[in-house]
């Protein structure tokens, strides 16, 4: 159950509402987020919602039978929408394009994908300052200064930057240099992460676990809704199973079964859905016809060189034929 509470609601009010839910064998706990004020009352009983709904201090209520409730679309119709600043919003009807590399690896290099993701009107770059590498030995990014030489040159051109979080303690030293939090696969289910993720007033995204079910991401984005933080999104990027011909197996369904299960934007991610740069294309298209509300993928000048997933990364001229796609497709779907 969700009950949506006025704005200008009084202590006593708000003691009422909780006592006469308590009393109907329901435990609450109250929710505040940058948009609004809930109590979700968790029980099994059957009542009469009018009995509850009517009493003062109350904007709306919901039944939700769901184990997450505030991400699921049973009572929020309207779509989430994540607003970037300087017209750059991810939404429902939209094809946001997020592009970038793996890792951040020079000052050289940043200035090079931000001037083709300028020339193809792409506003959000990705890239990683920290990197959760297999091996220990591999090249595990630049860190905040990174970030910060990032931020400069991305800034000035008007692009959007996201990238990951590891850490809780690496929220407040990012927080300035980015746009949008990125919650890596390895990280999905790190409790303590999500709950401070969800004390910002920042976006996040949220990928979906290495072998994590559809409804584990939900739960994954219920812990930062209920932390504090609604502008949340959802990452579809492949998951592991018996199949070695591809990195991962990317779950197209679900896409559509997110789309229906969420109010929140769905972004697909192919590169890593799939980890093979010839089949990026296709995977990336068949997404969008699914109904994704975006796609996040690599691209570097040469994908041979990169410091990380070099095999899963587009050039240049394979990332602009990837674009002018895209936008087709999408606008085929949108004319369906």
């Not at 509850?52 to 409730?69: E, K, L, T």
């Not at 970037?84 to 009807?93: A, K, P, Q, R, S």
């Not at 072998?211 to 930062?224: D, F």
Request: net charge negative; glycine share 8%.
């Amino acid at each position: 159950m969700i009950i949506q509470l006025e704005k200008n609601i009084s202590t006593n009010q708000k003691a009422q509402i909780i006592d006469k839910v308590t009393a109907l064998k329901y435990k609450t706990t109250a929710v505040k987020t940058q948009k609004g004020e809930y109590l979700i009352g968790i029980g099994k009983k059957e009542f009469d919602i009018r009995n509850v709904g009517q009493m003062d201090g109350i904007s709306d209520i919901h039944i939700v039978s769901d184990d997450y409730q505030l991400v699921s679309k049973k009572w929020k119709v309207k779509p989430t929408v994540i607003d970037l600043g300087d017209g750059v919003m991810i939404e429902e009807g939209g094809m946001a394009l997020m592009a970038g590399p793996c890792s951040i690896e020079s000052e050289e290099q940043i200035d090079k994908v931000i001037a083709h993701l300028v020339k193809n009107n792409v506003k959000i770059m990705r890239g990683g300052v920290y990197k959760p590498r297999s091996s220990p030995y591999s090249f595990r990014g630049l860190g905040n200064d990174g970030l910060k030489m990032w931020y400069k040159a991305a800034n000035a051109a008007g692009i959007k930057i996201i990238t990951e979080v590891m850490q809780v303690s690496q929220i407040a030293e990012m927080y300035e240099y980015v746009d949008i939090y990125q919650v890596g696969a390895r990280n999905t289910q790190n409790f303590n992460l999500l709950d401070e993720l969800g004390k910002v007033d920042k976006p996040v995204l949220i990928k979906r676990g290495i072998s994590g079910t559809i409804e584990e991401l939900l739960s994954s984005a219920e812990y930062v809704f209920s932390a504090g933080n609604e502008n949340l999104m959802l990452c579809e990027r492949g998951i592991r199973t018996y199949e070695i011909a591809s990195r991962n197996t990317m779950d197209i369904n679900a896409i559509a079964i997110l789309k229906e299960k969420t109010h929140l934007p769905v972004i697909a991610d192919p590169s890593h859905g799939v980890g093979i740069r010839n089949f990026v294309e296709p995977v990336a298209l068949a997404c969008i016809m699914a109904g994704a509300d975006g796609v996040i993928y690599e691209t570097h000048e040469k994908p041979e060189e990169a410091y990380s997933d070099g095999q899963q990364t587009l050039n240049f001229d394979e990332s602009e034929k990837l674009i002018n796609k895209m936008r087709r497709v999408f606008e085929l779907r949108e004319s369906l």
